[in-house]
């Protein structure tokens, strides 16, 4: 089935350090990729989204760009604030084959930010 | 627009009891979802359903687990005699009816569940 793998962490940067989150994806069919972010104690908030290869999404400065020929959807931020300390998850959903939001996590990777 | 509602936010249960979880979806969605999510897991699909109508269950565990989401009023979560294994974050989503390329799926703040 469909699976999504993505680099464990934790990871910790200084403030403003360039951030890469890698995440790959397996899937049969031409699934939606996503981003989530979850601040301490919090729930769950859509930071990004691509629903076709080569898309870009991008917010609040972070960004990953649909890459079909490697399946992966990597999130990138230039220059990291200590607010960006949260998990963060990537996610597909192939609702063009269930009909169906069934949303796939990775396991997160934890993401923590020091002045 | 209040979005995706749950609660409680913390519920605290004894082994044994029963515990339900609410959820009200966004206005204007017709569909829920849940998730849960366990300690040092990620979060996992629980089960989908429309109004009066489980349509994927293929992530709920066979026991003690049920979900229904009536014609009026919120989607409810009901785990029965619980364990402190089910000690974890469910969290709910919804989405709208509609066009199969535009994902508009949110997600509530989540229940986390405490089973002492």
């Known amino acids: 089935g469909d699976s999504v793998t993505q680099m464990e962490g934790p990871v910790t940067l200084s403030e403003e350090a360039f951030l890469t989150i890698n995440c790959t994806y397996t899937?049969?069919?031409?699934?939606?990729l996503f981003w989530y972010v979850q601040y301490p104690g919090e729930g769950l908030q859509l930071l990004l989204k691509?629903?076709?290869?080569?898309d870009k999404g991008s917010n609040k400065g972070f960004e990953a760009t649909y890459r079909k020929e490697t399946t992966s959807f990597h999130l990138e931020k230039g220059s990291v604030q200590v607010s960006d300390s949260a998990v963060y998850f990537c996610?597909?959903?192939?609702?063009?084959?269930?009909?169906?939001?069934?949303?796939?996590f990775g396991p997160g990777t934890s993401l923590s930010v020091i002045p | 627009n209040a979005g995706v509602m749950q609660n409680p936010r913390h519920l605290v249960r004894r082994r044994g009891q029963e515990a339900r979880l609410r959820c009200s979806p966004m206005?204007?969605?017709?569909?829920v979802y849940w998730y849960r999510q366990l300690p040092e897991e990620g979060l996992k699909f629980m089960v989908y359903?429309?109004?009066?109508?489980?349509?994927?269950e293929s992530g709920m565990p066979k026991e003690r687990f049920s979900a229904e989401f009536p014609k009026e009023g919120p989607s409810i979560l009901r785990i029965q005699q619980v364990v402190r294994g089910d000690s974890a974050a469910y969290f709910c989503?919804?989405?709208?009816?509609?066009?199969?390329?535009?994902?508009?799926?949110?997600f509530g703040p989540g229940t986390r569940l405490t089973v002492l």
């Open positions: 989503a919804s989405s709208p009816q509609g066009d199969p390329q535009l994902y508009m799926t949110l």
């Open positions: 899937a049969t069919g031409y699934p939606s």
């Open positions: 691509a629903t076709k290869a080569d």
């Open positions: 996610a597909l959903s192939d609702r063009m084959k269930t009909s169906y939001d069934k949303v796939i």
């Open positions: 206005k204007g969605h017709s569909h």
């Open positions: 359903l429309q109004k009066e109508n489980i349509i994927d």
